[in-house]
């Protein structure tokens, strides 16, 4: 399965689904990453972390190591 990581840059993607558990999924959550919320990947610093993400109305970073535990549909 594809993750946000995996996106690339200019492109709009919804959650299918959030791995992990415990606080890290809880703070993924009230950022806002939902299951079916859409996303959309402003920028990625030149060594790929943080990527740059505009997700109902905001604008987040996000480690790789977050985006990867973010399970995405085109």
């Known amino acids: 399965m594809a993750?946000?990581?995996?996106?690339?840059v200019g492109s709009t993607v919804t959650v299918s689904?959030?791995?992990?558990?415990g606080a890290i999924k809880r703070r993924i959550m009230d950022m806002g990453i939902t299951r079916g919320a859409q996303v959309f990947v402003r920028?990625?610093?030149?060594?790929g972390d943080p990527i740059e993400v505009t997700v109902?109305?905001?604008e987040l970073s996000l480690r790789k190591v977050d985006a990867q535990m973010i399970e995405i549909v085109p």
């Open 56 to 58: 109902r109305g905001f």
């Open 43 to 47: 920028k990625v610093a030149p060594l």
């Open 17 to 21: 689904r959030l791995q992990g558990a």
């Open 3 to 8: 993750t946000l990581k995996d996106a690339r």
